[in-house]
T-cell receptor
Framework: DGGITQSPKYLFRKEGQNVTLSCEQNLNHDAMYWYRQDPGQGLRLIYYSQIVNDFQKGDIAEGYSVSREKKESFPLTVTSAQKNPTAFYLC?????????????FGPGTRLTVL | AQSVTQPDIHITVSEGASLELRCNYSYGATPYLFWYVQSPGQGLQLLLKYFSGDTLVQGIKGFEAEFKRSQSSFNLRKPSVHWSDAAEYFCAVGLGGTSYGKLTFGQGTILTVHP
């Protein structure tokens, strides 16, 4: 089955630790995105990547970092500089040749800072 | 900057009743418009999208949405709600062109369905 996988589903982190969230897609999509979701605030864009080895900051990039070494993978690192990292994180991908901005989402990772 | 407003934070309907979820956007041109649905603890699933052409679009699960340019709206409708429709619904706007496929989301509407 083609799709987007995110792991782990639940993640717990101690304050001051960096943690990396995985996002993998086998849809052969070029573009990938990371969003943060907090209750009542919709989705906010953290980082996005249009092609391998290239990525751009979204609206709330501070305290986060990403890499795009392979087309299939777009991991997100939540660093200790992120002041309030507890949230639900969603990864999405988009094909350049399909309906302009249509994005498809993974199942999400819930991060809790203890 | 573009914005998306979903005026209703929470809507409650009875099973079998009709449903309309509101979405308004602010942007100078006609954007690409989407509705997504999210069950608790899950990712977002695309219900339907509008790019151009017929302003009434059909989606999955019996949903439809109508684009009204004069009102800058893209409201989601369903004639008869099922208990399994209980979820959170998000309206989103994309600008195409050089926006790199980025989407702006509304804050979401939580739908509760009473038996």
């Amino acid at each position: 089955d083609g799709g987007i996988t995110q792991s782990p589903k639940y993640l717990f982190r101690k304050e001051g630790q960096n943690v990396t969230l995985s996002c993998e897609q086998n849809l052969n999509h070029d573009a990938m995105y990371w969003y943060r979701q907090d209750p009542g605030q919709g989705l906010r864009l953290i980082y996005y990547s249009q092609i391998v080895n290239d990525f751009q900051k979204g609206d709330i990039a501070e305290g986060y970092s990403v890499s795009r070494e392979k087309k299939e993978s777009f991991p997100l690192t939540v660093t200790s500089a992120q002041k309030n990292p507890t949230a639900f994180y969603l990864c999405a991908s988009r094909a350049h040749n399909e309906g302009a901005d249509t994005q498809y989402f993974g199942p999400g990772t819930r991060l809790t800072v203890l | 900057a573009q914005s998306v407003t979903q005026p209703d934070i929470h809507i409650t309907v009875s099973e079998g009743a009709s449903l309309e979820l509101r979405c308004n956007y602010s942007y100078g041109a006609t954007p690409y418009l989407f509705w997504y649905v999210q069950s608790p603890g899950q990712g977002l699933q695309l219900l339907l999208k509008y790019f151009s052409g017929d302003t009434l679009v059909q989606g999955i699960k019996g949903f439809e949405a109508e684009f009204k340019r004069s009102q800058s709206s893209f409201n989601l409708r369903k004639p008869s709600v099922h208990w399994s429709d209980a979820a959170e619904y998000f309206c989103a706007v994309g600008l195409g062109g050089t926006s790199y496929g980025k989407l702006t989301f509304g804050q979401g509407t939580i739908l509760t369905v009473h038996p």
